[in-house]
């Protein structure tokens, strides 16, 4: 008789080892078929030779995913169990999913220090894996990280291994205008890593996240996957505020501002007179956006005598520039 068996899914493709049988009495011939398609149809295999040694049998079939085994009995109370199929499931890379850069407190640094309000917090900037190679200019767009005192630049990433494997990780970075990656560190079993935030001058930056399955698998099978983060804007270097002298004309006053910033675009301007509330004012084209503004201050009712106007300009990395005119 002849019995043909379930079709067995590897998962992936596997390379196909041996075939062993415990055989009790009579004859076996074993045969073998594979293919990538759940059930057997015309793209699959043939049916190999015949197998009849149960403990030495290498597969013939070609790598797939799918195997399914016939056996063929002869001779009197043929009967054969445990049938064992060896195979080493192809494997996989692993997929690096995203990149995340934001600034963090130092490690020591002081807690006691009030938080910041939400309009002056770290900015992050994360990038996800979208399948292309190089980062793009249409993708997300660049944003500013701040090093304020006592913080460290923390890189972190997202990874997996659809195979379960585990994962070293090595994290590289250069300048926007370099052409070579630089080295951070190598072999690394975390997903992040703290940078001191002295070592990267005001610029643009990209980071790279190379993971390997390494440590789970022969060198000569083991997959790599790499990831480039978007443009990191590291700004540290607070917007240049300078003040025309004040116009005053009567109770009216007027005070022009020019504010600039070499790195990140700014987004704010506030003032205070004689050390009252800040008060926000929008740039003269009616949007705050640009590496370079002009503003105006236009105050009514200004009370005689001396007064003391103080300007704060931030950019999008939260660095103020302050500049101070004298109202007499």
Known sequence: GTYESPVHDAGTVARWGRISWRQRGGNAAFQ?????SIRPDPTWSDWSAENRDSKNSSIQSPNARYIQWRAELSGPAAAVENVTIAYLPQNNPPVVRSISVQ????????????????????????????????????????????????SQLQVSWQADDPDGDRLAYSLWFRGEDEQAWK????NMFENAFLI???????????????ATDRPSNPVSQSRDAELVSSPVSIDNTPPMVTLSPARRSG????????????????????????????TPIEAVDGVTDSLREQFRI??????????????????TANNAGLAKVVVR
């Open 183 to 186: 080295l951070i560190r190598m």
């Open 251 to 278: 109770a009216h006053v007027e005070v022009d501002i020019d504010a600039v910033d070499a790195t990140s675009p700014l987004r704010r301007c506030e003032y205070s007179v004689d050390a009252g509330p800040w």
């Open 196 to 210: 001191d935030a002295d070592v990267l001058a005001d610029g643009r930056y990209y980071f790279r996240v190379i």
């Open 298 to 315: 236009v105050l009514e009712n200004m009370r005689p005598g001396e007064h003391l106007i103080v300007v704060r300009v931030y950019d």
């Open 32 to 36: 073998t078929r594979t293919g990538n």
């Open 103 to 150: 600034t963090v407190p130092a490690s020591g640094a002081s807690q006691s220090q009030p938080k910041p309000a939400s309009s002056t917090s770290a900015y992050t900037v994360t990038v996800t894996d979208t399948g292309e190679s190089a980062p793009s200019s249409s993708g997300t767009p660049t944003q500013s990280v701040s090093r304020n005192q006592g």
